[in-house]
Structures are given as structure tokens and as C-alpha cells.
């Protein structure tokens, strides 16, 4: 295992620790963000390692070139990943209307009353 590698998987658990431990609901969409990015990193740290070169038509011979498949495949990731933060902060708006606080524990209070 790489040093990148270590920061990468280090990443991924910061992310997947805050989801599980932080009792603000904002703080755990910051965490999923955190965790995917970390996730992503990690693809694409897998992907590159054939070479890094862009496959891109010219006159070097005998190149390791990166595979481009993942590259889109991240790219696709990014955006729905994007789209479901929007999602989830939309809902974490409405929650914010009708409670004084984002706290999960005093919205179950609030709630069940």
C-alpha cells in the first residue's frame, strides 16, 4: 500500500465515521460528500496506475496510457453525487423549517410528541 493510497482509504473512513458519529444533519452530508470524494480518489488512483498518459493520437510510441472508461465512469459519479447533496440539503431545508435545530436526536423529540 502506497502513502496515496493510505491518504485516500484515510479519507474514505473520515467521511464514513462522520455519517456514523455527527448528530447534525448537515455534518453528515458534508461526511457523505468526504466519503465519496474519498471513494473517487481511490478510482481513480486504480485507474491510473497502467500510465498517465491521455490516449490521444501522436507520435509517441510504446506509451502506457490511462484507460478512459473510468474516466467517464468518475465524471458520471461527480454529478449524480452533486445531484444528491442538492437532494438531501433540499430536505434538510424543509426539516429546518418546521425544527428549531438540525440535531437528529431533538428532531426524533420533536416529532414523536
Do not use: W
Not at 455527527?22 to 500510465?51: C, E, F, H, P
Not at 437532494?87 to 431533538?106: C, H, R, S, Y
Amino acid at each position: 500500500m502506497t502513502v496515496l493510497e493510505a491518504f485516500v482509504f484515510a479519507t474514505v473512513l473520515c467521511g464514513f465515521f462522520g455519517i456514523i458519529f455527527k448528530q447534525n444533519l448537515v455534518m453528515k452530508i458534508i461526511s457523505m460528500d468526504i466519503m465519496s470524494t474519498g471513494v473517487i480518489a481511490y478510482y481513480i488512483l486504480v485507474a491510473s496506475r497502467t500510465g498517465l498518459f491521455t490516449p490521444i493520437v501522436g507520435n509517441k510510441n510504446n506509451v502506457a496510457y490511462a484507460d478512459p472508461v473510468p474516466q467517464a465512469v468518475i465524471l458520471t459519479a461527480i454529478v449524480i453525487g452533486f445531484s444528491i447533496q442538492a437532494l438531501m440539503l433540499v430536505g434538510v431545508m424543509k426539516l429546518a423549517k418546521n425544527n428549531p435545530t438540525l440535531e437528529i436526536k431533538a428532531i426524533e423529540k420533536n416529532n414523536m410528541s
